[in-house]
């Protein structure tokens, strides 16, 4: 009984995993390998929009990835679209630094500095005035 008990918890307990908090402390921790296999897996089985943020956020500064802005880009426009603020100030950086969509990026600046100082940071790296 007790080894079907166990059996029961262990199938139970997979099956409500939290593939987010996981790759999010694994983030944390700096293993950005583990954390990229479980934000591709918080998107695929828990439909966690802010993993879309967190692996644009990986391509653009290359945690654990080979730096890509590319690459970047689809994650971090999936994350604006699902109401990400922060995405805004790394999607326009990643605009910026592909030097595509440069009006887009100063919008996006603009937009997300009124709720983020990550985008008057990234803004003033790239000299960009922003509206006050």
Do not use: W
């Not at 950005?32 to 990986?58: P, R």
């Not at 080979?66 to 605009?95: D, F, R, W």
């Amino acid at each position: 009984m007790k080894k079907f008990l166990l059996i029961f918890f262990l199938l139970l307990t997979s099956a409500f995993a939290d593939h987010f908090r996981d790759a999010t402390l694994a983030y944390k921790a700096g293993q950005y390998a583990q954390a990229k296999e479980l934000f591709e897996l918080s998107i695929k089985k828990e439909n966690a929009i802010q993993g879309y943020f967190y692996l644009g956020k990986m391509y653009l500064y290359g945690e654990g990835v080979e730096a890509n802005p590319s690459l970047a880009i689809p994650y971090l426009e999936q994350a604006v679209m699902k109401g990400n603020i922060k995405a805004k100030c790394y999607l326009a950086e990643a605009y910026l630094k592909n030097r595509i969509k440069h009006d887009d990026a100063i919008l996006l600046l603009n937009q997300g500095a009124k709720e983020s100082i990550t985008c008057k940071e990234i803004a003033s790296a790239y000299n960009i005035l922003l509206n006050s």
